[in-house]
């Protein structure tokens, strides 16, 4: 079995990240892709992110009708900051499956600077999605270590941040997410305030 594991703040989710998913699963061959909400991901510390059971609805909402998208509470049930190489023991200690690590360009070029790179690099295989405006390579003191395969992908300038801004200033974002998202947003008030 081939599983990737895409993990985010998903705050909120939105098209880049279901077009990625998607063009992973489909170009390595993947069975599932496990979405990952991030309990409170160490990266984003000191900056407000939305709180979890919101998040995750929306990948929930988001993914409902995609056989082999499937959303884990995995990193919202484990305590303190959230580290990938936790996740990804984790998984790897559950099922049996080679696992894949969906990232878009911008964070794979972060990744020396996650917690234990190289054991991630171990266990499993980083998939790197293209994201428009970034180089999307591993970082110099990586490179050659562990597996890497491109996503091709559609260029999809949509960001998280770009969705809250337009929210706040009440501008649309029809489209930029799922009509199910988009309706959530609206019912709960959220970015509203941010
Ligand atoms: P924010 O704007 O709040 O930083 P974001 O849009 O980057 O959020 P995250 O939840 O931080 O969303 O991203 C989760 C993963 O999805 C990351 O690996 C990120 O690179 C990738 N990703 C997000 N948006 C896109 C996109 N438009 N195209 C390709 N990959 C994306």
Known sequence: ??????????????????VAAERAREQLRLDKVMFMP?????????????????RARMVDLAIRGN???EASPMELE??????????LEEVAGRIKAELYLVV????VSDLDRWRRPRRI????????VARPGTAGRMPPSLEGVGRCAAVECPPIGVSATDVRRRVRSGRTVRYMV????????????LYADD
């Open 38 to 54: 991030a309990g409170r991901p160490w990266l984003k510390a000191g900056t407000h992110v939305t709180e979890a059971r919101h």
């Open 78 to 87: 484990r305590e303190g900051p959230t580290y990938t190489v936790d996740t």
């Open 1 to 18: 079995m081939r599983v990737g594991v895409f993990g985010g703040t998903f705050d909120p989710i939105h098209v880049g990240h279901l």
């Open 178 to 189: 799922p009509d199910a998202v988009n309706e959530y947003i609206v019912a709960n008030g």
């Open 67 to 69: 056989r082999c998208f």
């Open 104 to 107: 878009g360009g911008d964070a």
């Open 121 to 128: 690099l171990q266990l499993a295989t980083v998939a790197v």
